[in-house]
């Protein structure tokens, strides 16, 4: 048997040592102004200004927002909420969905042009890089350049700035678990804990990674909200698009110089809303899955229509039936059930809130005997209560017994004082007369603060006697 001879390798077809990928190329965002642009702007500063200031701020005594992991509380606002409340937890990340999908299909990726943190601090991070640096054509010029003085120092103070803005986010973020003040007092005595140090190096890390070196490789790559958002999107969803059919055929023109007399579009090809894109795509190509919404392309388009003497609009927010001249449906049958079910989470929690009760009471039968026979013609039953004081200081509650007639509280005797956040097992006993305690009665415990009126929990149970 003789072998074949070997045949080259087709132009079309790699070679062994060649790589079937190619290193992605570093994408620098340029500079525009508009609507858009100034709205994504104030959504920074202010989603940053809440980051780095709430956890600063005191409330009752204590940091108004802060995850007290070791003592297992919660403080949000002068409200103190325990590992018993993860209802409230649950609701939270109930409208948090519900929010996403009801804005999802409203108006596409809001959330992650104007909301999300990696836009937040990305947007952050380029403009430290942008004031650093340079316009979008220097920072080429520069990456293109040999290393000189100037380069070195351009690029060690962008450096600088952002591992200084990135430790301070770690910070921050621990701030949030841990008393910032007093996680500062250790930063500024150097006596920072090994605990405390590595996890403000991890989120100064992935702040750094994240923003500074992967930016929009997260969004097109490692979300996975980018994969699924079309399962959100109909025909009626506004989304950023490019009016083909009023742009095409593109081509340069003069400005003034009628579009239609030269058989062209409005669209003169400058490229601007691909140069302002901070994921780097052609929205002109049709709705990418890597499109965030951030409304740059329209503010360059915008800007080059009007100088061009032509309406605005040729890239901007709409609808697929919008473009291909159909009525659009803003109020449709899927933004009703999203916005009901949205009211309907937030009213519940919004009320579970507002109804608290700082207090809970377990009431549980003593399993040894349904009931004893006690001195004096009674018949005793036993309980076990757990008293769960969930407020941020100590209260002394008073146990009252009801629905049989007779029926006396033997034990506890006295008041019951429960420290904040504890919970306190109490042996409980219940007597009444043996001519009235035969089968089964329902009854009610009620346990009320003495020392704050409008604490008090009521719990259902069962008194045994013989049967009759």
């Known amino acids: 048997m003789s072998l074949a001879p070997l045949r080259p390798l087709p132009a079309s077809e790699p070679s062994a040592g060649s790589s079937f990928y190619a290193a992605a190329e570093k994408i620098y965002p340029r500079e525009i102004s508009g609507r858009f642009t100034r ?86 991070f380029v403009w430290i890089e942008q ?4 316009t979008r054509s220097r920072r080429m010029k520069l990456d293109r350049g040999p290393w000189t003085a100037e380069k070195l120092l351009r690029k060690a103070l ?32 150097l006596s920072l804990g090994p605990w405390s140090t590595f996890w403000i190096a991890l989120y100064g890390l ?37 009016d083909e059919a009023r742009g ?19 669209c003169i090809d400058c490229t601007l809303c691909v140069q302002v894109c901070p994921t780097g795509i052609d929205i002109r190509k049709g709705l990418q899955y890597e499109c965030i919404a951030c409304g740059a392309c329209i503010d360059a388009c915008d800007g080059v229509m009007d ?8 890239i901007r927010y709409t609808t ?54 006690v001195s004096g013609d009674q018949i005793e039953n036993a309980y076990a209560l757990k008293v769960i004081n969930l407020d941020d200081r100590p209260h002394t509650y008073r146990l009252v017994v009801s629905g049989m007639q007779g029926l006396e509280l033997t034990a506890p005797s006295e008041p019951i004082t429960v420290p904040p956040g504890s919970v306190s097992n109490i042996p ?30 009521r719990e259902n149970t069962r008194f045994i006697g013989p049967s009759p």
């Open 131 to 134: 004031w650093t640096e340079g």
């Open 320 to 373: 697929e039936h919008a473009l291909h001249g159909r009525a659009t449906h803003l109020l449709r049958p899927r933004m009703v059930v999203y916005a009901a079910l949205l009211l309907l989470a937030g009213g519940a929690l919004a009320y579970s809130l507002v109804t608290r009760t700082p207090l809970i009471l377990d009431v549980i039968r003593d399993r040894n005997a349904l009931y004893r026979e």
């Open 248 to 266: 095409e055929p593109r081509g340069p023109r003069r400005r003034g110089t009628a579009a239609r007399a030269l058989g062209l579009g409005d």
């Open 39 to 124: 709205l994504r702007q104030v959504a920074v500063v202010a989603l940053l200004g809440l980051f780095y200031g709430v956890a600063w701020l005191d409330w009752g005594g204590h940091q108004a927002v802060l995850f007290d992991l070791p003592a297992r509380k919660f403080h949000l606002f002068g409200l103190t909420l325990w590992p018993q409340d993860f209802l409230y937890l649950a609701l939270l990340l109930i409208i948090a969905a519900l929010s996403l999908f009801f804005f999802t299909a409203l108006a596409g990726r809001l959330w992650c042009g104007y909301a999300c943190p990696q836009t937040v601090w990305t947007e952050l």
């Open 307 to 314: 100088k061009m003497g032509d309406p605005r609009g040729l």
């Open 158 to 189: 962008k450096q600088t700035l952002w591992v200084a803005l990135a430790l301070w986010t770690g910070f921050t973020f621990v701030g949030y678990f841990t008393p910032i003040r007093a996680l500062g007092a250790g930063v500024a005595s």
């Open 428 to 457: 409980a006993r219940l007597d009444a007369p043996a001519a009235r305690a035969g089968g089964v009665h329902r009854i009610a415990l009620t346990l009320a603060a003495v020392d704050a009126p409008g604490i008090s929990v």
């Open 206 to 242: 992935a702040t750094y990674g994240n923003a500074g070196f992967l930016r929009e490789q997260v969004c097109k790559y490692m979300c996975p909200y980018a994969r699924f958002q079309s399962a959100m999107f109909d025909k009626d969803t506004l989304i950023i698009s490019y």
